[in-house]
Protein backbone atom coordinates (compact mmCIF):
# COMPACT_ATOMS: atom_id res chain seq x y z
CA UNK A 1 0.00 0.00 0.00
CA UNK A 2 1.05 3.33 -0.87
CA UNK A 3 1.03 6.12 1.71
CA UNK A 4 -1.34 9.32 0.30
CA UNK A 5 0.97 11.86 -0.67
CA UNK A 6 2.64 8.81 -3.66
CA UNK A 7 -1.20 7.64 -4.58
CA UNK A 8 -1.73 11.25 -5.28
CA UNK A 9 1.37 11.65 -7.38
CA UNK A 10 0.94 8.07 -9.15
CA UNK A 11 -2.59 8.90 -9.85
CA UNK A 12 -1.96 12.37 -10.93
CA UNK A 13 0.54 11.36 -13.16
CA UNK A 14 -1.80 9.05 -15.11
CA UNK A 15 -4.41 11.40 -15.87
CA UNK A 16 -1.36 13.93 -16.95
CA UNK A 17 -0.28 11.26 -19.73
CA UNK A 18 -2.98 10.17 -20.75
CA UNK A 19 -4.01 13.69 -21.72
CA UNK A 20 -1.04 14.74 -23.19
CA UNK A 21 -1.07 12.89 -26.50
CA UNK A 22 -0.89 14.83 -29.48
CA UNK A 23 -3.83 17.00 -29.96
CA UNK A 24 -1.19 19.76 -28.49
CA UNK A 25 1.31 19.95 -30.91
CA UNK A 26 -2.06 22.21 -33.07
CA UNK A 27 -2.08 24.69 -30.09
CA UNK A 28 0.75 27.02 -31.33
CA UNK A 29 -0.85 27.11 -35.09
CA UNK A 30 -4.33 27.73 -33.67
CA UNK A 31 -2.84 31.38 -31.91
CA UNK A 32 -1.28 31.96 -35.24
CA UNK A 33 -4.90 31.57 -36.77
CA UNK A 34 -7.41 32.55 -34.46
CA UNK A 35 -5.71 35.14 -32.21
CA UNK A 36 -3.72 35.01 -29.03
CA UNK A 37 -7.22 35.94 -27.03
CA UNK A 38 -9.54 33.06 -28.37
CA UNK A 39 -6.89 30.70 -27.88
CA UNK A 40 -6.68 32.43 -24.10
CA UNK A 41 -10.07 32.44 -23.43
CA UNK A 42 -11.01 28.49 -24.67
CA UNK A 43 -8.03 27.32 -22.70
CA UNK A 44 -8.80 28.52 -19.55
CA UNK A 45 -12.51 28.57 -20.12
CA UNK A 46 -12.03 24.78 -20.93
CA UNK A 47 -9.59 23.56 -18.50
CA UNK A 48 -12.38 24.47 -15.89
CA UNK A 49 -15.12 22.26 -17.68
CA UNK A 50 -12.89 19.52 -18.67
CA UNK A 51 -11.77 19.27 -14.98
CA UNK A 52 -15.66 19.62 -13.99
CA UNK A 53 -16.49 16.98 -16.82
CA UNK A 54 -13.74 14.36 -15.09
CA UNK A 55 -15.19 14.90 -11.93
CA UNK A 56 -18.45 13.62 -13.10
CA UNK A 57 -17.54 10.70 -14.75
CA UNK A 58 -15.43 9.72 -11.21
CA UNK A 59 -19.04 10.45 -9.77
CA UNK A 60 -20.97 7.92 -12.14
CA UNK A 61 -18.16 5.37 -12.27
CA UNK A 62 -18.41 5.29 -8.14
CA UNK A 63 -21.84 5.66 -8.12
CA UNK A 64 -22.30 2.58 -10.17
CA UNK A 65 -21.55 -0.62 -8.44
CA UNK A 66 -21.15 -2.55 -12.11
CA UNK A 67 -18.05 -1.94 -14.30
CA UNK A 68 -18.90 -0.25 -18.11
CA UNK A 69 -17.42 1.71 -20.69
CA UNK A 70 -18.46 4.98 -21.07
CA UNK A 71 -21.67 4.03 -23.61
CA UNK A 72 -22.70 1.50 -21.27
CA UNK A 73 -23.46 4.22 -18.57
CA UNK A 74 -24.86 6.03 -21.18
CA UNK A 75 -27.45 3.15 -21.56
CA UNK A 76 -27.60 2.36 -17.76
CA UNK A 77 -29.29 5.95 -16.96
CA UNK A 78 -30.54 7.27 -20.24
CA UNK A 79 -31.94 4.28 -22.06
CA UNK A 80 -31.29 2.44 -25.31
CA UNK A 81 -31.30 5.61 -27.89
CA UNK A 82 -28.58 7.98 -25.74
CA UNK A 83 -26.34 4.50 -25.58
CA UNK A 84 -26.80 3.82 -29.00
CA UNK A 85 -25.55 7.93 -29.98
CA UNK A 86 -22.65 7.13 -27.35
CA UNK A 87 -21.43 3.43 -29.07
CA UNK A 88 -21.61 5.26 -32.40
CA UNK A 89 -19.87 8.48 -30.85
CA UNK A 90 -17.29 5.98 -29.36
CA UNK A 91 -16.71 3.92 -32.92
CA UNK A 92 -16.08 7.38 -34.59
CA UNK A 93 -13.84 8.74 -32.19
CA UNK A 94 -11.82 5.58 -32.29
CA UNK A 95 -11.26 5.43 -35.75
CA UNK A 96 -11.21 9.04 -35.78
CA UNK A 97 -8.04 9.22 -33.37
CA UNK A 98 -6.55 6.18 -35.44
CA UNK A 99 -6.54 8.76 -38.47
CA UNK A 100 -4.86 11.56 -36.72
CA UNK A 101 -2.36 9.22 -35.43
CA UNK A 102 -1.76 8.62 -39.38
CA UNK A 103 -1.83 11.78 -40.20
CA UNK A 104 0.48 13.06 -38.08
CA UNK A 105 2.86 10.09 -38.21
CA UNK A 106 3.23 10.00 -41.56
CA UNK A 107 3.74 13.97 -41.26
CA UNK A 108 6.53 13.73 -38.72
CA UNK A 109 8.14 10.41 -40.85
CA UNK A 110 8.14 13.19 -43.99
CA UNK A 111 9.23 15.81 -41.83
CA UNK A 112 12.35 13.03 -40.33
CA UNK A 113 12.71 11.79 -44.39
CA UNK A 114 12.94 15.22 -46.06
CA UNK A 115 16.79 14.91 -46.09
CA UNK A 116 16.75 11.78 -48.03
CA UNK A 117 13.71 12.46 -50.18
CA UNK A 118 15.73 14.78 -53.07
CA UNK A 119 14.07 13.97 -56.28
CA UNK A 120 11.13 11.56 -54.89
CA UNK A 121 7.71 12.95 -55.79
CA UNK A 122 5.91 9.60 -55.29
CA UNK A 123 4.72 6.53 -56.90
CA UNK A 124 2.25 5.00 -58.37
CA UNK A 125 0.75 8.20 -60.01
CA UNK A 126 0.56 9.56 -55.78
CA UNK A 127 2.08 12.62 -55.28
CA UNK A 128 4.84 12.52 -52.23
CA UNK A 129 2.20 13.30 -49.05
CA UNK A 130 0.13 10.23 -50.42
CA UNK A 131 3.30 7.95 -50.98
CA UNK A 132 4.27 8.81 -47.69
CA UNK A 133 1.00 8.08 -45.67
CA UNK A 134 0.59 5.00 -47.79
CA UNK A 135 4.17 3.52 -46.64
CA UNK A 136 3.50 4.53 -43.32
CA UNK A 137 0.16 3.49 -42.57
CA UNK A 138 1.05 -0.14 -44.38
CA UNK A 139 3.75 -0.21 -42.24
CA UNK A 140 1.53 0.21 -38.66
CA UNK A 141 -1.09 -1.56 -40.12
CA UNK A 142 1.11 -4.91 -40.52
CA UNK A 143 2.65 -4.27 -36.89
CA UNK A 144 -0.56 -3.91 -35.44
CA UNK A 145 -1.50 -7.04 -36.74
CA UNK A 146 1.42 -9.12 -35.57
CA UNK A 147 0.41 -7.05 -32.41
CA UNK A 148 4.35 -5.98 -32.06
CA UNK A 149 4.76 -2.84 -29.78
CA UNK A 150 7.31 -2.03 -27.44
CA UNK A 151 7.09 -2.46 -23.84
CA UNK A 152 4.68 -0.70 -21.47
CA UNK A 153 7.63 0.64 -19.41
CA UNK A 154 9.65 1.76 -22.89
CA UNK A 155 6.70 3.80 -24.14
CA UNK A 156 6.63 5.23 -20.72
CA UNK A 157 9.83 6.69 -21.09
CA UNK A 158 9.40 7.90 -24.59
CA UNK A 159 6.81 9.25 -23.32
CA UNK A 160 8.11 11.12 -20.45
CA UNK A 161 11.27 12.31 -22.43
CA UNK A 162 9.02 13.48 -25.70
CA UNK A 163 7.19 16.12 -22.74
CA UNK A 164 10.95 16.74 -21.14
CA UNK A 165 11.86 17.32 -24.47
CA UNK A 166 9.00 19.70 -25.63
CA UNK A 167 9.51 21.75 -22.22
CA UNK A 168 13.41 22.55 -22.79
CA UNK A 169 11.99 23.20 -26.77
CA UNK A 170 9.08 25.86 -25.05
CA UNK A 171 11.63 26.96 -22.46
CA UNK A 172 14.23 28.06 -25.10
CA UNK A 173 11.61 28.92 -27.67
CA UNK A 174 9.89 31.59 -24.95
CA UNK A 175 13.52 33.36 -24.47
CA UNK A 176 12.86 33.87 -28.67
CA UNK A 177 9.64 35.22 -28.37
CA UNK A 178 9.09 38.20 -30.90
CA UNK A 179 6.35 40.51 -29.41
CA UNK A 180 5.46 41.08 -33.46
CA UNK A 181 3.79 37.81 -33.36
CA UNK A 182 1.26 39.04 -31.02
CA UNK A 183 0.26 41.67 -33.42
CA UNK A 184 -1.22 38.98 -36.46
CA UNK A 185 -3.94 39.82 -37.64
CA UNK A 186 -6.36 36.47 -36.96
CA UNK A 187 -7.68 35.07 -40.00
CA UNK A 188 -10.09 32.44 -38.18
CA UNK A 189 -13.03 32.79 -35.90
CA UNK A 190 -12.96 32.93 -32.15
CA UNK A 191 -14.40 29.36 -32.54
CA UNK A 192 -11.64 27.84 -34.37
CA UNK A 193 -9.56 26.74 -30.85
CA UNK A 194 -12.81 25.30 -29.46
CA UNK A 195 -12.90 21.27 -30.88
CA UNK A 196 -8.69 21.42 -30.86
CA UNK A 197 -8.37 22.52 -27.15
CA UNK A 198 -11.54 20.25 -26.70
CA UNK A 199 -9.37 17.25 -28.04
CA UNK A 200 -6.40 17.86 -26.52
CA UNK A 201 -7.74 18.43 -23.18
CA UNK A 202 -9.77 15.31 -22.07
CA UNK A 203 -8.72 12.04 -20.64
CA UNK A 204 -11.64 10.65 -18.50
CA UNK A 205 -10.66 7.24 -20.45
CA UNK A 206 -8.07 6.83 -17.84
CA UNK A 207 -11.06 7.62 -14.54
CA UNK A 208 -12.07 4.61 -13.88
CA UNK A 209 -8.67 3.01 -14.10
CA UNK A 210 -7.62 5.70 -11.63
CA UNK A 211 -10.33 4.94 -9.34
CA UNK A 212 -9.28 1.15 -9.32
CA UNK A 213 -6.15 2.23 -8.52
CA UNK A 214 -7.03 3.75 -5.53
CA UNK A 215 -9.39 1.29 -4.46
CA UNK A 216 -6.21 -1.35 -4.97
CA UNK A 217 -3.97 0.87 -2.69
CA UNK A 218 -6.77 1.31 0.06
CA UNK A 219 -6.65 5.09 -0.75
CA UNK A 220 -9.72 7.41 0.47
CA UNK A 221 -12.07 7.40 -2.82
CA UNK A 222 -12.22 11.26 -2.36
CA UNK A 223 -8.59 11.74 -3.23
CA UNK A 224 -9.68 11.48 -7.24
CA UNK A 225 -10.90 15.18 -6.47
CA UNK A 226 -7.13 16.86 -6.62
CA UNK A 227 -5.73 14.38 -8.87
CA UNK A 228 -8.82 15.34 -11.57
CA UNK A 229 -7.90 19.25 -10.52
CA UNK A 230 -4.25 18.91 -10.95
CA UNK A 231 -3.90 16.39 -13.62
CA UNK A 232 -5.92 18.25 -15.86
CA UNK A 233 -4.46 21.81 -14.47
CA UNK A 234 -1.15 20.92 -15.17
CA UNK A 235 -1.83 19.21 -18.71
CA UNK A 236 -3.70 22.94 -19.21
CA UNK A 237 -0.97 25.02 -18.06
CA UNK A 238 1.69 22.97 -20.03
CA UNK A 239 -0.39 24.09 -23.22
CA UNK A 240 -0.57 27.14 -22.44
CA UNK A 241 3.57 27.54 -21.94
CA UNK A 242 4.15 25.63 -24.91
CA UNK A 243 1.68 27.37 -27.40
CA UNK A 244 2.87 30.81 -26.48
CA UNK A 245 5.99 30.21 -26.55
CA UNK A 246 5.86 28.56 -29.79
CA UNK A 247 3.92 30.57 -31.14
CA UNK A 248 5.68 33.40 -29.94
CA UNK A 249 9.10 32.98 -31.24
CA UNK A 250 7.63 31.61 -34.69
CA UNK A 251 4.89 33.77 -35.28
CA UNK A 252 4.35 33.87 -38.88
CA UNK A 253 6.20 31.08 -39.53
CA UNK A 254 4.30 28.63 -37.19
CA UNK A 255 3.41 25.25 -38.25
CA UNK A 256 0.68 23.03 -38.22
CA UNK A 257 2.40 20.49 -36.32
CA UNK A 258 4.71 23.30 -33.78
CA UNK A 259 8.23 22.21 -34.22
CA UNK A 260 9.17 22.25 -38.33
CA UNK A 261 8.42 25.78 -37.96
CA UNK A 262 10.87 26.49 -35.39
CA UNK A 263 14.50 25.79 -38.11
CA UNK A 264 16.45 28.75 -38.30
CA UNK A 265 14.77 30.07 -34.73
CA UNK A 266 16.05 27.51 -32.72
CA UNK A 267 19.15 25.11 -32.61
CA UNK A 268 18.94 22.59 -35.86
CA UNK A 269 19.96 19.45 -33.34
CA UNK A 270 16.99 20.18 -31.20
CA UNK A 271 14.21 20.88 -33.63
CA UNK A 272 15.34 17.36 -35.48
CA UNK A 273 15.35 15.81 -31.69
CA UNK A 274 11.95 17.43 -31.05
CA UNK A 275 10.69 16.03 -34.79
CA UNK A 276 12.14 12.63 -34.03
CA UNK A 277 10.56 12.17 -30.12
CA UNK A 278 7.22 13.46 -31.76
CA UNK A 279 7.20 10.36 -34.45
CA UNK A 280 8.21 8.37 -31.57
CA UNK A 281 5.70 9.07 -29.80
CA UNK A 282 3.45 9.10 -31.88
CA UNK A 283 4.16 5.64 -33.73
CA UNK A 284 4.04 3.99 -30.31
CA UNK A 285 0.70 5.40 -29.52
CA UNK A 286 -0.66 4.41 -32.83
CA UNK A 287 0.69 0.95 -32.25
CA UNK A 288 -0.74 0.84 -28.67
CA UNK A 289 -4.03 2.01 -29.83
CA UNK A 290 -4.72 -0.13 -32.87
CA UNK A 291 -3.59 -3.04 -30.24
CA UNK A 292 -6.31 -1.84 -28.17
CA UNK A 293 -8.88 -1.18 -31.00
CA UNK A 294 -8.42 -4.91 -32.60
CA UNK A 295 -9.14 -6.34 -29.08
CA UNK A 296 -12.48 -3.93 -29.08
CA UNK A 297 -13.77 -4.68 -32.27
CA UNK A 298 -13.30 -8.57 -31.26
CA UNK A 299 -14.37 -7.92 -27.29
CA UNK A 300 -17.33 -5.94 -27.72
CA UNK A 301 -18.40 -5.72 -31.48
CA UNK A 302 -18.20 -9.45 -32.34
CA UNK A 303 -15.77 -9.40 -35.19
CA UNK A 304 -13.44 -12.20 -35.79
CA UNK A 305 -9.78 -11.56 -35.96
CA UNK A 306 -8.65 -11.45 -39.11
CA UNK A 307 -11.63 -8.85 -40.12
CA UNK A 308 -10.94 -6.38 -36.94
CA UNK A 309 -6.88 -6.17 -37.88
CA UNK A 310 -8.30 -5.24 -41.26
CA UNK A 311 -10.51 -2.73 -40.40
CA UNK A 312 -8.23 -1.40 -38.32
CA UNK A 313 -5.65 -0.96 -41.24
CA UNK A 314 -7.51 -0.49 -43.98
CA UNK A 315 -9.90 2.35 -42.39
CA UNK A 316 -7.83 5.04 -41.51
CA UNK A 317 -6.46 4.71 -44.71
CA UNK A 318 -9.33 4.67 -46.95
CA UNK A 319 -11.02 7.84 -44.93
CA UNK A 320 -7.24 9.62 -45.52
CA UNK A 321 -7.58 8.40 -49.67
CA UNK A 322 -11.22 9.44 -49.54
CA UNK A 323 -9.82 13.18 -48.86
CA UNK A 324 -9.63 13.68 -44.68
CA UNK A 325 -5.88 14.72 -44.71
CA UNK A 326 -5.51 17.59 -42.79
CA UNK A 327 -4.88 16.23 -39.11
CA UNK A 328 -5.94 19.86 -37.71
CA UNK A 329 -9.12 19.74 -38.96
CA UNK A 330 -9.98 15.98 -38.06
CA UNK A 331 -8.77 16.80 -34.82
CA UNK A 332 -11.10 19.91 -34.38
CA UNK A 333 -14.07 18.23 -35.85
CA UNK A 334 -13.13 15.12 -33.54
CA UNK A 335 -13.19 17.84 -30.89
CA UNK A 336 -15.90 20.08 -31.74
CA UNK A 337 -18.47 17.25 -32.64
CA UNK A 338 -17.58 13.77 -30.62
CA UNK A 339 -16.12 14.95 -27.55
CA UNK A 340 -18.55 17.95 -27.28
CA UNK A 341 -21.48 15.12 -27.61
CA UNK A 342 -19.75 12.65 -25.15
CA UNK A 343 -19.55 15.52 -22.82
CA UNK A 344 -22.96 16.56 -23.13
CA UNK A 345 -23.92 12.41 -22.31
CA UNK A 346 -21.59 12.63 -19.73
CA UNK A 347 -23.42 15.99 -18.01
CA UNK A 348 -26.58 14.39 -18.68
CA UNK A 349 -25.71 10.77 -17.09
CA UNK A 350 -24.59 13.19 -13.96
CA UNK A 351 -27.49 14.43 -13.49
CA UNK A 352 -29.45 11.38 -14.00
CA UNK A 353 -27.75 9.86 -11.07
CA UNK A 354 -29.93 11.47 -8.49
CA UNK A 355 -33.17 10.64 -10.47
CA UNK A 356 -31.93 7.00 -10.81
CA UNK A 357 -30.79 6.43 -7.15
CA UNK A 358 -32.96 8.33 -5.04
CA UNK A 359 -31.32 9.77 -1.37
CA UNK A 360 -27.61 8.98 -3.57
CA UNK A 361 -25.56 11.00 -1.88
CA UNK A 362 -22.62 12.75 -4.11
CA UNK A 363 -19.42 11.92 -3.16
CA UNK A 364 -17.11 13.56 -5.60
CA UNK A 365 -18.60 16.41 -6.76
CA UNK A 366 -22.03 18.20 -5.86
CA UNK A 367 -22.43 20.29 -9.05
CA UNK A 368 -25.70 22.26 -8.76
CA UNK A 369 -28.14 21.98 -11.60
CA UNK A 370 -27.27 25.68 -13.35
CA UNK A 371 -23.88 24.27 -13.13
CA UNK A 372 -24.73 21.68 -14.88
CA UNK A 373 -27.40 23.02 -18.03
CA UNK A 374 -24.28 25.70 -18.13
CA UNK A 375 -22.02 22.56 -18.97
CA UNK A 376 -24.07 21.12 -21.22
CA UNK A 377 -24.86 24.84 -23.10
CA UNK A 378 -21.14 25.29 -23.54
CA UNK A 379 -20.72 22.10 -25.39
CA UNK A 380 -23.48 22.12 -27.57
CA UNK A 381 -23.13 26.00 -28.44
CA UNK A 382 -19.32 26.03 -28.78
CA UNK A 383 -19.66 22.28 -30.68
CA UNK A 384 -22.23 23.77 -32.65
CA UNK A 385 -20.80 27.32 -33.73
CA UNK A 386 -17.27 25.45 -34.10
CA UNK A 387 -18.58 23.23 -36.57
CA UNK A 388 -20.87 26.06 -38.36
CA UNK A 389 -17.87 28.20 -39.08
CA UNK A 390 -15.11 26.04 -39.30
CA UNK A 391 -16.39 23.27 -41.37
CA UNK B 1 -4.59 -30.80 -10.12
CA UNK B 2 -4.89 -27.17 -7.78
CA UNK B 3 -8.22 -25.97 -7.95
CA UNK B 4 -9.61 -22.87 -10.53
CA UNK B 5 -10.62 -19.99 -8.72
CA UNK B 6 -11.69 -18.21 -11.75
CA UNK B 7 -10.70 -16.37 -14.80
CA UNK B 8 -8.87 -12.63 -15.49
CA UNK B 9 -11.60 -10.99 -17.73
CA UNK B 10 -10.35 -7.23 -17.71
CA UNK B 11 -7.35 -5.40 -16.94
CA UNK B 12 -6.27 -2.82 -15.66
CA UNK B 13 -2.90 -2.35 -17.58
CA UNK B 14 -1.23 1.04 -16.57
CA UNK B 15 -2.01 0.27 -12.77
CA UNK B 16 -1.12 -4.10 -12.65
CA UNK B 17 -4.70 -4.28 -11.23
CA UNK B 18 -7.00 -7.51 -12.96
CA UNK B 19 -10.67 -8.61 -12.68
CA UNK B 20 -11.17 -11.75 -11.93
CA UNK B 21 -14.85 -13.57 -12.36
CA UNK B 22 -14.62 -15.84 -9.76
CA UNK B 23 -15.75 -19.75 -9.42
CA UNK B 24 -14.73 -20.57 -6.78
CA UNK B 25 -14.24 -18.26 -2.96
CA UNK B 26 -11.27 -16.43 -2.27
CA UNK B 27 -9.44 -14.85 0.72
CA UNK B 28 -6.68 -12.12 0.90
CA UNK B 29 -3.64 -14.06 2.29
CA UNK B 30 -4.37 -17.15 -0.15
CA UNK B 31 -1.81 -18.05 -2.69
CA UNK B 32 -3.03 -17.97 -6.29
CA UNK B 33 -1.68 -19.30 -9.39
CA UNK B 34 -2.12 -17.32 -12.55
CA UNK B 35 -1.67 -19.53 -15.82
CA UNK B 36 -1.91 -18.55 -19.82
CA UNK B 37 -0.25 -18.77 -22.54
CA UNK B 38 2.36 -16.12 -21.52
CA UNK B 39 1.81 -16.27 -18.23
CA UNK B 40 2.55 -18.47 -14.87
CA UNK B 41 3.32 -17.08 -11.87
CA UNK B 42 2.44 -17.52 -8.03
CA UNK B 43 1.36 -14.45 -5.81
CA UNK B 44 -0.49 -13.77 -2.59
CA UNK B 45 -3.27 -11.51 -2.34
CA UNK B 46 -3.28 -8.20 -0.65
CA UNK B 47 -6.48 -7.46 -0.92
CA UNK B 48 -9.84 -7.69 -2.73
CA UNK B 49 -12.57 -4.91 -3.78
CA UNK B 50 -16.14 -5.69 -5.19
CA UNK B 51 -18.03 -3.01 -5.95
CA UNK B 52 -15.42 -0.15 -5.32
CA UNK B 53 -15.19 -1.47 -1.81
CA UNK B 54 -12.76 -3.61 0.19
CA UNK B 55 -13.43 -7.28 1.48
CA UNK B 56 -11.57 -9.80 3.35
CA UNK B 57 -13.36 -12.52 0.84
CA UNK B 58 -15.36 -13.07 -1.96
CA UNK B 59 -17.53 -16.10 -3.39
CA UNK B 60 -17.96 -17.94 -6.38
CA UNK B 61 -20.07 -15.56 -9.02
CA UNK B 62 -18.39 -12.48 -7.70
CA UNK B 63 -16.19 -10.38 -9.82
CA UNK B 64 -13.06 -9.10 -7.56
CA UNK B 65 -10.32 -6.57 -8.22
CA UNK B 66 -6.80 -7.53 -7.09
CA UNK B 67 -3.37 -6.20 -7.54
CA UNK B 68 -1.22 -8.23 -9.76
CA UNK B 69 2.62 -8.53 -9.45
CA UNK B 70 3.37 -9.49 -13.01
CA UNK B 71 2.20 -9.09 -16.12
CA UNK B 72 -1.63 -10.76 -17.23
CA UNK B 73 -3.98 -11.49 -19.65
CA UNK B 74 -7.30 -11.46 -20.55
CA UNK B 75 -8.53 -14.83 -20.67
CA UNK B 76 -5.59 -16.26 -17.86
CA UNK B 77 -7.01 -18.66 -15.44
CA UNK B 78 -6.13 -18.63 -12.38
CA UNK B 79 -6.02 -21.58 -9.14
CA UNK B 80 -5.50 -21.58 -5.57
CA UNK B 81 -1.74 -22.34 -5.38
Known amino acids: MLNKKLAFFEGTFLLIGTIIGAGYLTLPYSFLKAGIWSNLFWLLFLIFFVTLLHLFYAEVVLATPTRHRFPGYVSLYLGKVPGLVAKTSFVFGVFGSLLVYLLLGSHFFELLLKPFLAGFNGFWGLDLDKSITLIFGLAMSALVALKINLSAKINFFITILTLFLFLIISGFASLKINPVSFLIKPEESFFFPFGLVLFSLVGSLIIPEILKFLEVEKQDKKLIKPIVIWGTLIPGLIYLFFAFSIFGASGQHTTKEAIAGLSGILPQNLVFLGVLLAFLEILTSYLGFGINTVETLRKDFNFSKLPAKFLVGALPLSIFFFGASDFLKVMGFLGALLVALDSVLLAKVYAALKIRNPGYQFQIVRAPKALVVFAVAVMVLGGAFSLYFNF | ?81
Open chain 2, 1 to 81: MAKKIGTVIHIYGKIGVAILALVSELKVGDTVLFKGKKTEFTQTIDSIQINHEQVAKAKKGDDVGIKVSQEVDEGDEVFLA
